[in-house]
């Protein structure tokens, strides 16, 4: 006989909470404390290979240049007003904008709040990417999502988005 769903995880995880202070409190984000040279607002759109590409290729120039040069910032954060993401775009040297299509909803928002973009970047017109719907293969040949996503495509765009922040 099987006993309650994660049972034995939810004591063990009471038994932890009670013999534990309150977990230390992170200190928000305020002027005048660092932040990210630069931001990079990236198309996280999964519903076609270009959203994904760049938010693929935004997450490798993090990577390669590390979180004191560039950060991905939260665009839910920028429309929604949150303090502490308009106070990181408003201090940083460069605000650049990756879409993956024309309809360039990451340019829009940030537009919208008021930053100015120091370039925007559209895979479909930058480096000529091709847009695929994933929803086109449902029901006929759907593939795993990274089959949509071309390594090439997001070396391009990772490339373009490095000579945007490093350039003057």
């Not at 429309?79 to 502490?84: A, C, K, R, Y």
């Not at 940030?110 to 847009?131: N, T």
Request: hydrophobic share 35%; charged share 30%; net charge positive.
């Amino acid at each position: 006989m099987r006993g309650k769903p994660h049972e034995g995880g939810l004591n063990k995880l009471n038994e932890i909470k009670s013999h534990s202070d309150k977990p230390p409190k992170s200190r928000e984000w305020e002027e005048g404390m660092p932040s990210h040279e630069n931001i990079i607002y990236a198309c996280f759109g999964g519903l076609s290979n270009t959203g994904i590409t760049a938010a693929l290729a935004s997450l490798e120039v993090v990577k390669e240049l590390g979180l004191d040069k560039v950060c991905i910032g939260c665009l839910a954060g920028v429309s929604t007003s949150v303090p502490q993401v308009l106070g990181k775009t408003k201090v940083a040297k460069k605000v650049i904008t990756v879409d993956g299509c024309p309809r360039e909803c990451s340019r829009m928002v940030i537009e919208q709040a008021g930053f100015p973009i120091a370039k925007s970047i559209v895979l479909v017109r930058d480096i000529g990417m091709k847009k695929k719907a994933l929803h086109e293969d449902i029901g006929k040949d759907l593939k795993q999502v990274m089959e949509y996503i071309s390594e090439e495509d997001i070396r391009r765009a990772k490339e373009l988005i490095i000579k945007t922040i490093t350039e003057g």
